[in-house]
Each structure stands twice: as structure tokens, then as C-alpha cells.
């Protein structure tokens, strides 16, 4: 059996050919990397793109400033124009039922009951000025409802609680929760009346 022989011989391995074609394969890049040509271009070509990122951030820097100044005027103008619509409303408000709604938010008990007597005077002069017959406000009331007014039923219950408080007096407790919340039931029949 023959011994077998290694894959190169370490004897004919030129190590200076090798140096020398990694030398010559290199040196273009070399040049090229210590061109001062190039690196002009390549600084030509870095300044324009500077130049143009410079361009772009200043722009985007301006339009959001604009953006922002457009953004609070408009802000200010539907603020103003929801505080003229408030102005507004509170100048056509029907002075009574404002001054109920005064007393409704008021902190003594005795001002709720007040609310509740006003907003259900109200109510049956409403009613008979829409044309409607009744003596008391109970016939008031079923006039109403044979001519089809929608929110008598919120008229009976507020009418109810305003009964307890005028008949039962200081016996029937009324609290300040209560006291909106009947006004909110007179409040459902006087924009159906369209007196508010």
C-alpha cells in the first residue's frame, strides 16, 4: 500500500505570489479610497443631501407650526361660536323657567319646594293658554291628553309629587336630587309646549 501523499507540498507554497495578487487586487480600492477626486464628489454629493434634509426638516418644521396656529384658531372660533349659541339661548330662556331652574339648584330645601309650585303654575297657565278647558289642572291634564300632547304622563307625575308637597307640607320630604328630577319631568312638558 502506497503512503498517501498530502493535498499541496508546504515546499513549492510561494507565499510572496500570494501576498503579491492580494497587494495587486487591493491596491485599486486603495487608490480609490485616497482619490481626493472621489472624496470631492462624495462631498458634493453629502452637501446636496444635507442640504436637501436641512430643506425637508424646515419645511415639516413650518407646516406643523402652521397646522398648530390653523388647529387654535379654529379651536377659538367653535368655542366662541358655542358661547354665542349659549349667550343666545340663556338671552330667549323664559325668565320664569330660569328663575325655577335658579331656585331647582339653590341649597335649601325650601327654595326646591318653591321650584316645584312655580314649574307646576306654570304648567297649567301654559296649558290654558294653548286653549286647553279645565277648572282644576287634573281636567287640565286629560284635555291634554285627548289632544294628544305627548308628554302628559311626565306632566301627571310632576303634578303628583307637586300635590304631596302642597297638601302634606313639611311631612313630605323633598331632596335636592328629587327636586331636578320632577323639574326634568315639568322641563319634558314645557319643550313639548315650546315654551322653552
Known amino acids: 500500500m502506497q503512503p498517501q501523499q498530502p493535498l499541496f507540498d508546504p515546499t513549492f507554497l510561494n ?67 358655542a358661547l354665542a349659541k349659549d349667550k343666545e339661548r340663556d338671552r330667549n330662556l323664559n325668565p320664569r323657567w330660569k328663575y325655577i331652574l335658579t331656585l331647582v339648584e339653590s341649597p335649601n330645601e325650601s327654595d326646591w319646594r318653591i321650584a316645584i309650585m312655580e314649574a307646576d303654575t306654570l304648567m297649567e297657565e301654559s296649558l290654558k293658554d294653548r286653549g286647553l278647558v279645565g277648572n282644576t289642572m287634573a281636567e287640565l291634564l286629560e284635555e291634554a ?47 313639548d309646549l315650546e315654551i322653552i
Open 145 to 191: 291628553r285627548s289632544n294628544g300632547y305627548p308628554s302628559i304622563q311626565s306632566a301627571w307625575d310632576a303634578h303628583l309629587i307637586r300635590n304631596k308637597i302642597a297638601h302634606e307640607g313639611q311631612n313630605f320630604p323633598v331632596t335636592q336630587v328629587e327636586g331636578r328630577r320632577v323639574i326634568k319631568l315639568y322641563q319634558n312638558v314645557f319643550e
Open 15 to 81: 507565499i510572496e505570489y500570494f501576498f503579491d495578487k492580494f497587494s495587486n487586487s487591493a491596491q485599486p480600492i486603495w487608490a480609490s479610497i485616497t482619490d481626493p477626486h472621489m472624496w470631492q464628489v462624495i462631498g458634493i454629493i453629502s452637501t446636496c443631501i444635507s442640504i436637501l434634509c436641512i430643506f425637508i426638516i424646515v419645511f415639516s418644521l413650518v407646516r406643523m407650526y402652521e397646522i398648530q396656529v390653523f388647529d387654535k384658531a379654529e379651536i377659538e372660533h367653535e368655542i366662541n361660536e
